[in-house]
């Protein structure tokens, strides 16, 4: 099935044509769809009735014609699945947080991935109301930034507390307790017949590179084999936010389909460097959607005058998107745009 998607054909770097766009939060405040189903429910209710997200997840495919959609959901549920109650008021805020090693004993061992099960329902409904030639991507939030989320509830504060667990013992008890549930909602969503699995790990960049590679990488690492392993033919997307080559390096020895790359890296270097081990994914700054129509269009020339100094056959595995999601203070008419302009100028 959609074997011959344009993005399926880019996992495969085979791309010919236009790229396929789609972008992380495509679905949001910015979008009047979403305004208008917003006013009627709450944002948790959204995402947990698995008709409401799929009608959430299908609107910006219909008003923008994006070449895939997201699962319409939020990285945070598997937390609340351990214990912590979670509200959106109107940033996430967990009825307890991981202050201390003692805490973790308030996190359920690896509980069921049954009260994800509305994730796999939401898939599926997204799925038949979405045209053949479109695809489908659910996701999970990285590890990392989930434990960052369990201690401090947010990843825009001063995260040195959460950097100190990396060493007193809160990570490594989270991770145990997390592992094993997040690869098993990562298993849901692939069964529930996602075309792409992405994880985002958006505090990548907030812990040093040294504690990358010796404390992180080595439970990603197990994170993604175990899923390999289990769903050999669901892609993988790893996103890391304010991340580089060093980073890169080491995530080309994962079993990583497509690197998502952030709005600090320049695009061409990324696919002279990366290329030929991955499709790459990006990295439109979104702020660039916030303003005015004449500067946008005049960011999207620049970009697209970057992209197209790539080599087609390396181009071939370009999906593009943003270097992380649409803020809410995105303007429609260029998100609108910016998918026609993409078209027009890669074809
Ligand atoms: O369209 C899509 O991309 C799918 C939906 C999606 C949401 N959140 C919906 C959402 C996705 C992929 C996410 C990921 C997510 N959620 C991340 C990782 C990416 C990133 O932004 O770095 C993170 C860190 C979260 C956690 C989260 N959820 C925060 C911090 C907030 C509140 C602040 C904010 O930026 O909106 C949310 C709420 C949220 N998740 C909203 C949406 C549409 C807004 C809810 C509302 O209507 O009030």
């Keep these: 099935m959609r074997k011959d998607t344009r993005f399926s054909k880019a996992l495969r770097r085979e791309n010919n044509g236009a790229p396929p766009i789609w972008m992380m939060r495509q679905a949001g405040r910015y979008h009047a769809h979403y305004q208008e189903l917003r006013r009627a429910h709450g ?25 895939a959609a997201i699962l319409f959901s939020d990285i945070l549920f598997p937390i609340e699945a351990m214990g912590p109650s979670l509200v959106f008021d109107p940033g996430p805020q967990f009825s307890y947080y991981l202050k201390s090693v003692d805490d973790l004993a308030k996190y359920n061992p690896p509980p069921s ?3 994800l099960s509305f994730q796999a329902l939401a898939l599926q409904k997204t799925r038949k109301m979405l045209p053949m030639e479109k695809d489908l991507i659910g996701f999970v939030g990285g590890p990392l930034t ?70 992180y990488l080595p439970y990603l690492s197990k994170l993604l084999q ?6 050999p033919n669901t892609p993988l997307i790893y996103y890391g936010k304010n991340v580089g080559t060093a980073h890169f390096d080491m995530v080309a020895h994962l079993p990583v389909t497509v690197l998502g790359v952030d709005y600090n890296q320049n695009m061409s270097d990324v696919f002279t460097r990366y290329g030929e081990r991955f499709s790459i994914q990006g990295n439109f700054d979104p702020a660039h959607l916030t303003l005015p129509a004449e ?51 890669c074809a």
């Design 226 to 231: 175990d899923f390999k392993n289990m769903c």
């Design 113 to 115: 991935v049954d009260g």
């Design 43 to 67: 944002f948790v209710e959204l995402c947990k009735n698995p008709d409401l997200a799929a009608e959430v997840a299908m609107g910006p495919i219909r008003d923008f014609d994006f070449d």
């Design 295 to 345: 500067d946008f269009h005049k960011h999207l020339e620049i970009f697209l005058e970057d992209m197209m100094r790539v080599p087609q056959h390396l181009r071939a595995g370009w999906i593009c998107g943003l270097g992380h999601g649409v803020t809410p203070h995105a303007r429609q008419e260029n998100v609108r745009d910016f998918v026609q302009i993409v078209r027009r100028v």
């Design 146 to 215: 989930l434990y960052m989320f369990a201690v401090h509830g947010s990843h825009k504060t001063d995260l040195t507390d959460g950097r100190a667990g990396l060493r007193d013992g809160r990570f490594a008890g989270f991770m145990e307790k997390l592992l094993p549930l997040l690869l098993a909602n990562m298993v849901l969503q692939a069964q529930a017949g996602c075309d792409a699995l992405a994880v985002f790990e958006s505090c990548a960049g907030d812990i040093d590179v040294d504690d990358y590679r010796h404390i």
